[in-house]
């Protein structure tokens, strides 16, 4: 295999974070501090290092720009069709998607981070780079794994009320969904465990908190467990 010669290309990573708030789906970005995407929202990455996984520079970056760690992380898509994409020069960057619940977070901006702030994900600003790009590539990605893969665990508090779990769903998918026969499927699939607790701070009959069952749950996912929304 011939070997490259006068090659000049570096490799970075970027992260697009979701998150659910108020049956709102969000998206964190930040501001750039340098360079001539200086005061301009991105998203959260940079170079990896040399020694570096993949994996490992896109927890380290949110770390030092957001102040975040991540359970849910998951390869996308990686960006360098086009060359000039980064005025830097030429970066192929390997874009990583990850899932959290905002609530257990007090992001900071750090590094060459000037803010950090989260997004209703039909609100983002113009961003620099191509990553409104890869946000809507993401938010199509989620969109369509949600109907075939169980998520929300990342994504929900701890205890949550059936109806949470619901919303998730209609806000993802952007659009209704039969709730009767989503409760039935979803508890037939037995991720959820029915605590003895009940929801506070709601108008009318409380309804029970739900947990998830991370080993059935991850158990499910592993093995391509569909749920099946043609009902929708």
């Known amino acids: 295999m011939a070997i490259a010669k006068n090659q000049d290309i570096k490799l970075a990573v970027d992260a697009i974070v979701f998150g ?11 501001k750039q501090k340098f360079g001539e995407m200086a005061n301009k929202w991105v998203l959260p990455g940079g170079f990896i290092n040399n020694d570096e996984p993949l994996k490992d520079a896109v927890i380290r970056e949110l770390n030092e720009e957001a102040g975040i760690r991540v ?5 996308l898509y990686t960006y360098g069709d086009n060359v000039h994409r980064d005025p830097r ?5 390997v874009a990583y998607y990850a899932l959290v619940d905002p609530s ?4 900071t901006a750090g590094s060459d981070a000037k803010d950090a702030k989260w997004f209703p994900l039909l609100k983002v600003p113009k961003t620099g780079y191509d990553h409104n790009k890869m946000i809507q590539y993401a ?15 990342e994504l929900l508090a701890d205890k949550f009320p059936f109806s949470d779990l619901e919303n998730l769903y209609i806000t993802i998918l952007g659009k209704q969904i039969d709730r009767r026969n989503f409760r039935k499927k979803v508890l037939a699939s037995e991720i959820l465990i029915e605590t003895n607790e009940f929801a506070s701070n709601v108008v009318g009959r409380p309804g029970k908190l739900y947990q998830f069952d991370k080993s059935r749950y991850y158990e499910l996912a592993k093995s391509g467990w569909q749920l099946d929304l043609k009902f929708l």
Do not use: A, C, H, W
């Open 20 to 30: 659910y708030n108020q049956n709102e789906l969000q998206v964190l970005l930040v």
């Open 104 to 107: 257990q977070f007090n992001i």
């Open 71 to 75: 359970d849910y992380l998951e390869q």
């Open 139 to 153: 938010s199509t990605r989620l969109s369509d794994k949600i109907q075939y893969q169980p998520i929300g665990f």
């Open 89 to 93: 020069g030429r970066v192929v960057s």
